[in-house]
């Protein structure tokens, strides 16, 4: 999840991008290629017109005029040539002849420079008209060779030596072909506009299940497992999609299995406990009787009697703490919270335990603080008690107040001694169930679940509690070595802003 | 990482249309040039005098024949229409009009079609004869129609000193002056040897047309 | 010695309680249903009813609304613990105090004697009837007038009013209130505190929304008057 984050917001815009401009390109390459073809097609079409229309009238005009062989007189041949490149079709020639060493044109020069020697080559030596389109300076012009012949005897012919060129600008022609570019762009790119559309709805299309996929997927991510994709089609998105849904059903199925598995197991030790209390409380009401009697009884039956007795107490302690864990667990546990005074309410605790001598105390007056004062109490208590029985003597608790780093105030109570510490391998399971720091620890003390209980009482609270080890502030007190610090950090308004 | 990869994969499909693309629309637009291209037959015009009034002979030009059309003495012309003449039997009105053609083309080309650049390309005779049988027999220049009726043409220098064009030049003007189709098969007899018989065939180039076989002359007499 | 009813549907914890208290001097009344406690109020005529809120049949919340129809008997229920939102309602229906089984004979019994006990004679030089606005209250009678008319008081609500107007217009924390009118202990559960001071507003205010006898004081606790 954290490491999709990043790529994300490009990915689909990518795919997106690939979508439309392949569809684009698809369009542009298909549009152009008939545009272009068809253009050709017309060019040629122009070309070919204008070309052969050209030729076949200039043939027609040059079969109008009469020689005399040699052709002498330049300037009666200009005569003739000028009123050829009158008749010029589609538009104007200029006209050229080409006589032995003999020049002459319907224009103002006698030559041409348009005339390639190629085409001059061509129409000299060989008895056919040719043509040659030529591009100088940027004009395109049409120049066509024309080889005259005579009649001799019945059918044959005899070149005369005489040669007619026509050159013709081909402007029409090109003004006719860059219209045709434009009606082909003019086509196209509207065309190419009008496909993005398409282009987009496709895109969107196929970008719509893996959309939904994500969604989904990220959904599935934040634990609802029930997350299902609509399946369209039967294409390969269809498919992964439907992959996805099998999937998402498999993994529904057995988050279920375990969540009902866990909840059984929790079930069944809130029902154990539940089905204990009442026997117990049965038990616990009589007692006192036992204990009362025993003094009675033969010493065998009177030290059974009594450990009956005590036994029945433990397990009634044991139930009542069962009873809290699985209520935890169910999360049903409740907060009551009352504005106290912090240093009173421990203060009571350690009263009401009878406590108050064993204890050093640093309780600073007037610390509010709105806390559930019942389960606060567990907490001191818990803590204190189990400072009692390891560290004996020397026992600490401090009050104080520090600020968050976002600016709530919390409530600090550590609670320390001089005892042993705690094993460094055990401090990270310290607030463990049943844990039991010491191997050798006797189970006549507690349920092995105070510490537990005390950790989830003060979570409740939305606060922190921490286990250490004291620093050797009194290096030459050999108790004060080592010892035990527990710390309690609690907002000091839990109750108000429940976490 | 991945980034490279993925362009190309990308790219690949779109190149072979981008480049086709590309290819053409830079062919498209524009008039382009061509080659000279053929287009059909040659322009037939009139040419003066006509048919009947006119004696063709053939100077060169720039490597090419160029026929030369002059104004004809009516006596000189063969009457081809007439039937009581068949071609098979020569006649000497038709040998005498080849031979004055024959004269007037080594005579070369006159001033004014000198001007335009036409030339003949023979050797010059600066001791022509002015007519033929007249002086040295066997040197003047003639034409005459032999016993198996071919058309000898009889030159007054060696015909291994002519070009090409030369001795179709000689074999034109004389086939033309046989008849007006130019049809006729020519035999060139010069001072070393006689060539051919060969056509006319003006229209045909010069440089596919092969020329005729010189042999020596074996049964000049 | 003190007469108590106890209505418990389990054998074990009816005989254990029953047996218990015996011990200690209590004349002991059982009843294994609603109906038969109900029925055994009448005529065993206790001074405190023992009753368990989880019973087949008419339940204890039912029982106890029954009861305070027509009777101030002191109520204690019996709840198990995580029963929660029962404790709440059972107080709201007028209980007393509440004991979490499982429990020792002595804690029953200690709350047996705190709801029983009769609350301390007026100190010296107070007048036995105090009037305040239209409340008249008779500390050695133990009656409460609302202008002239006397209200229906259950012993913790008595013993609230009494405790809060003995000191008028001075604060008591809820934690206060549960050690001295209750006996419990410090820590205990202050929702007896709230579901009691409602019970009394309801009975001796005018406009229990907007109390002008009890009165809170958000953060600290409970207040009498000033009027």
């Given at each position: 999840m954290k490491g999709l984050r990043p790529g994300r917001p490009a990915t689909p815009f990518k795919l997106r991008t690939r979508l439309v401009l392949a569809f684009l390109l698809v369009a542009v390459v298909s549009a152009g290629t008939t545009a272009t073809l068809t253009f050709r097609e017309a060019r040629n079409s122009v070309l070919r017109t204008a070309q052969d229309t050209a030729v076949s009238s200039f043939r027609e005009q040059v079969q109008q005029i009469g020689v005399g062989l040699?052709?002498?007189d330049a300037d009666a041949l200009s005569e003739v040539l000028r009123d050829i490149a009158r008749k010029g079709k589609p538009h104007t020639w200029i006209v050229f002849a080409e006589y032995g060493t003999l020049r002459a044109s319907?224009?103002?020069?006698?030559?041409?420079?348009?005339?390639t020697p190629e085409l001059r080559r061509k129409t000299v030596g060989y008895p056919h008209g040719s043509f040659e389109r030529v591009v100088k300076d940027g004009v395109p012009y049409l120049t066509i060779g024309m080889p005259t012949v005579f009649k001799v005897g019945v059918g044959g012919v005899l070149s005369t030596g005489l040669v007619l060129y026509a050159v013709m600008r081909m402007d029409q022609e090109q003004t006719q072909v860059d219209a045709l570019i434009t009606a082909a762009r003019d086509g196209a790119v509207p065309g190419l506009a009008i496909a993005l559309l398409p282009a987009l709805l496709a895109a969107r299309s196929v970008l719509r299940p893996v959309r939904e996929l994500r969604r989904a997927a990220r959904s599935m991510g934040s634990g609802r497992f029930d997350t299902r994709i609509p399946v369209r089609g039967s294409d390969e998105l269809a498919d992964l999609a439907r992959t996805f849904n099998e999937s998402a059903g498999e993994i529904e199925r057995s988050v279920d299995e375990l969540q009902r598995a866990e909840a059984r197991a929790r079930r069944f030790a809130a029902d154990v406990s539940h089905e204990l209390r009442t026997p117990l409380a049965g038990m616990l009401a009589v007692t006192e009787v036992l204990d009362e009697d025993a003094?009675?009884?033969d010493p065998d039956t009177a030290q059974a009697v009594r450990l009956i007795s005590a036994e029945t107490g433990k397990l009634a302690v044991l139930v009542d703490d069962l009873l809290e864990i699985s209520r935890f667990d169910a999360r049903a546990a409740e907060l009551n919270t009352d504005e106290v005074d912090a240093a009173e309410t421990i203060a009571k605790t350690l009263q009401n335990r009878r406590w108050t001598d064993q204890v050093r105390t640093e309780l600073p007056a007037g610390i509010r603080a709105r806390l559930d004062p019942r389960r606060f109490d567990i907490v001191v208590a818990n803590l204190v008690g189990n400072a009692l029985r390891h560290?004996?003597?020397?026992v600490t608790v401090r009050l104080r107040t520090r600020d968050r780093e976002d600016g709530t105030g919390l409530l600090v109570m550590e609670v320390a001694d001089r005892?042993?510490?705690?094993r460094p391998e055990a401090l990270p399971h310290?607030?463990?169930?049943?844990?039991?720091?010491?191997?050798?620890?006797?189970?006549?003390?507690?349920?092995?679940l105070g510490l537990a209980i005390t950790q989830e009482n003060v979570r409740l609270h939305g606060g922190t509690i921490h286990a250490a080890n004291a620093p050797?502030?009194?290096?030459?007190d050999p108790a004060a070595a080592t010892g035990a610090v527990f710390t309690v950090e609690i907002p000091l308004n839990a109750g108000e802003e429940p976490a | 990482m991945t980034r490279p990869g993925r362009h190309t994969r990308a790219a690949t499909p779109f190149l072979p249309g981008a480049v086709l693309l590309s290819a053409l629309l830079l062919t498209g637009c524009d008039i382009q040039s061509t080659d000279a291209i053929d287009a059909g037959d040659p322009a037939t015009i009139q040419v003066f005098p006509s048919r009947e009034d006119r004696t063709l002979l053939f100077f060169r030009s720039g490597g090419a024949l160029m026929p030369i059309a002059r104004p004809s003495?009516?006596?000189?012309?063969?009457?081809?229409?007439?039937?009581?003449?068949?071609?098979?039997?020569?006649t000497t009105d038709a040998a005498t009009a080849g031979t004055k053609t024959l004269v007037a083309l080594l005579a070369g080309p006159l001033p004014a079609e000198r001007a335009v650049?036409?030339?003949?390309?023979l050797p010059d005779l600066?001791?022509?004869?002015?007519?033929?049988?007249?002086?040295g027999r066997d040197r003047s220049p003639r034409v005459e129609l032999t016993k198996d009726a071919r058309t000898l043409a009889t030159l007054p220098?060696?015909?291994?000193?002519?070009?090409d064009l030369a001795v179709r030049q000689v074999i034109c003007t004389v086939a033309f002056a046989r008849d007006a189709e130019g049809g006729e098969p020519v035999v060139l007899r010069g001072t070393d040897g006689t060539l051919g018989p060969?056509?006319?065939?003006?229209?045909?180039?010069?440089?596919?047309r092969p020329r005729p076989a010189l042999r020596p002359d074996a049964d000049s007499s | 010695m003190p007469r108590v009813l106890l209505i418990e549907d389990d054998p074990a914890v009816r005989e254990g309680v029953e047996l218990g208290l015996r011990r200690r001097g209590h004349e002991v009344r059982t009843a294994a249903t609603g109906e038969a406690g109900l029925a055994a109020l009448g005529e065993f005529r206790p001074d405190l009813l023992l009753l368990d809120?989880?019973?087949?049949?008419?339940n204890g919340v039912q029982v106890c609304r029954q009861v305070r129809e027509n009777s101030q008997l002191p109520i204690i229920m019996l709840t198990a613990r995580g029963d929660d939102f029962d404790v709440v309602v059972g107080l709201e229906a007028g209980a007393d105090d509440y004991i979490v089984k499982p429990a020792r004979t002595e804690v029953i019994e200690a709350r047996i004697r705190a709801v029983l006990r009769r609350i301390d004679e007026p100190g010296n030089?107070?007048?036995a009837v105090e009037f305040h606005g239209e409340l008249a209250i008779?500390?050695?009678?133990l009656t409460v007038t609302k202008s002239g008319q006397r209200l229906a008081l259950a012993p913790s609500e008595m013993r609230l009013l009494l405790h809060l107007s003995a000191a008028p217009e001075q604060v008591f924390s809820r934690q206060q209130l549960l050690e001295h009118?209750?006996?419990?202990?410090?820590?205990?559960?202050?929702r007896l505190v709230d579901a009691c001071v409602r019970r009394l507003r309801n009975k001796i205010e005018s406009e229990p929304g907007n109390?002008?006898?009890?009165q809170t004081l958000r953060g600290f606790g409970y207040r009498f008057g000033p009027l």
């Amino acid at each position: 999840m954290k490491g999709l984050r990043p790529g994300r917001p490009a990915t689909p815009f990518k795919l997106r991008t690939r979508l439309v401009l392949a569809f684009l390109l698809v369009a542009v390459v298909s549009a152009g290629t008939t545009a272009t073809l068809t253009f050709r097609e017309a060019r040629n079409s122009v070309l070919r017109t204008a070309q052969d229309t050209a030729v076949s009238s200039f043939r027609e005009q040059v079969q109008q005029i009469g020689v005399g062989l040699p052709v002498e007189d330049a300037d009666a041949l200009s005569e003739v040539l000028r009123d050829i490149a009158r008749k010029g079709k589609p538009h104007t020639w200029i006209v050229f002849a080409e006589y032995g060493t003999l020049r002459a044109s319907s224009g103002t020069s006698p030559t041409s420079t348009v005339i390639t020697p190629e085409l001059r080559r061509k129409t000299v030596g060989y008895p056919h008209g040719s043509f040659e389109r030529v591009v100088k300076d940027g004009v395109p012009y049409l120049t066509i060779g024309m080889p005259t012949v005579f009649k001799v005897g019945v059918g044959g012919v005899l070149s005369t030596g005489l040669v007619l060129y026509a050159v013709m600008r081909m402007d029409q022609e090109q003004t006719q072909v860059d219209a045709l570019i434009t009606a082909a762009r003019d086509g196209a790119v509207p065309g190419l506009a009008i496909a993005l559309l398409p282009a987009l709805l496709a895109a969107r299309s196929v970008l719509r299940p893996v959309r939904e996929l994500r969604r989904a997927a990220r959904s599935m991510g934040s634990g609802r497992f029930d997350t299902r994709i609509p399946v369209r089609g039967s294409d390969e998105l269809a498919d992964l999609a439907r992959t996805f849904n099998e999937s998402a059903g498999e993994i529904e199925r057995s988050v279920d299995e375990l969540q009902r598995a866990e909840a059984r197991a929790r079930r069944f030790a809130a029902d154990v406990s539940h089905e204990l209390r009442t026997p117990l409380a049965g038990m616990l009401a009589v007692t006192e009787v036992l204990d009362e009697d025993a003094g009675r009884l033969d010493p065998d039956t009177a030290q059974a009697v009594r450990l009956i007795s005590a036994e029945t107490g433990k397990l009634a302690v044991l139930v009542d703490d069962l009873l809290e864990i699985s209520r935890f667990d169910a999360r049903a546990a409740e907060l009551n919270t009352d504005e106290v005074d912090a240093a009173e309410t421990i203060a009571k605790t350690l009263q009401n335990r009878r406590w108050t001598d064993q204890v050093r105390t640093e309780l600073p007056a007037g610390i509010r603080a709105r806390l559930d004062p019942r389960r606060f109490d567990i907490v001191v208590a818990n803590l204190v008690g189990n400072a009692l029985r390891h560290g004996g003597v020397g026992v600490t608790v401090r009050l104080r107040t520090r600020d968050r780093e976002d600016g709530t105030g919390l409530l600090v109570m550590e609670v320390a001694d001089r005892g042993p510490g705690i094993r460094p391998e055990a401090l990270p399971h310290i607030f463990d169930r049943f844990y039991k720091a010491e191997a050798a620890r006797t189970r006549s003390t507690g349920s092995g679940l105070g510490l537990a209980i005390t950790q989830e009482n003060v979570r409740l609270h939305g606060g922190t509690i921490h286990a250490a080890n004291a620093p050797r502030e009194h290096a030459g007190d050999p108790a004060a070595a080592t010892g035990a610090v527990f710390t309690v950090e609690i907002p000091l308004n839990a109750g108000e802003e429940p976490a | 990482m991945t980034r490279p990869g993925r362009h190309t994969r990308a790219a690949t499909p779109f190149l072979p249309g981008a480049v086709l693309l590309s290819a053409l629309l830079l062919t498209g637009c524009d008039i382009q040039s061509t080659d000279a291209i053929d287009a059909g037959d040659p322009a037939t015009i009139q040419v003066f005098p006509s048919r009947e009034d006119r004696t063709l002979l053939f100077f060169r030009s720039g490597g090419a024949l160029m026929p030369i059309a002059r104004p004809s003495a009516y006596e000189t012309m063969p009457d081809l229409s007439n039937p009581s003449n068949p071609s098979d039997r020569p006649t000497t009105d038709a040998a005498t009009a080849g031979t004055k053609t024959l004269v007037a083309l080594l005579a070369g080309p006159l001033p004014a079609e000198r001007a335009v650049g036409l030339s003949d390309g023979l050797p010059d005779l600066p001791d022509l004869p002015d007519l033929p049988g007249e002086g040295g027999r066997d040197r003047s220049p003639r034409v005459e129609l032999t016993k198996d009726a071919r058309t000898l043409a009889t030159l007054p220098f060696a015909l291994s000193s002519l070009d090409d064009l030369a001795v179709r030049q000689v074999i034109c003007t004389v086939a033309f002056a046989r008849d007006a189709e130019g049809g006729e098969p020519v035999v060139l007899r010069g001072t070393d040897g006689t060539l051919g018989p060969a056509g006319c065939d003006a229209d045909i180039d010069l440089g596919v047309r092969p020329r005729p076989a010189l042999r020596p002359d074996a049964d000049s007499s | 010695m003190p007469r108590v009813l106890l209505i418990e549907d389990d054998p074990a914890v009816r005989e254990g309680v029953e047996l218990g208290l015996r011990r200690r001097g209590h004349e002991v009344r059982t009843a294994a249903t609603g109906e038969a406690g109900l029925a055994a109020l009448g005529e065993f005529r206790p001074d405190l009813l023992l009753l368990d809120l989880m019973l087949p049949g008419v339940n204890g919340v039912q029982v106890c609304r029954q009861v305070r129809e027509n009777s101030q008997l002191p109520i204690i229920m019996l709840t198990a613990r995580g029963d929660d939102f029962d404790v709440v309602v059972g107080l709201e229906a007028g209980a007393d105090d509440y004991i979490v089984k499982p429990a020792r004979t002595e804690v029953i019994e200690a709350r047996i004697r705190a709801v029983l006990r009769r609350i301390d004679e007026p100190g010296n030089g107070r007048p036995a009837v105090e009037f305040h606005g239209e409340l008249a209250i008779d500390r050695t009678g133990l009656t409460v007038t609302k202008s002239g008319q006397r209200l229906a008081l259950a012993p913790s609500e008595m013993r609230l009013l009494l405790h809060l107007s003995a000191a008028p217009e001075q604060v008591f924390s809820r934690q206060q209130l549960l050690e001295h009118v209750w006996e419990h202990s410090y820590h205990g559960d202050a929702r007896l505190v709230d579901a009691c001071v409602r019970r009394l507003r309801n009975k001796i205010e005018s406009e229990p929304g907007n109390p002008r006898y009890i009165q809170t004081l958000r953060g600290f606790g409970y207040r009498f008057g000033p009027l």
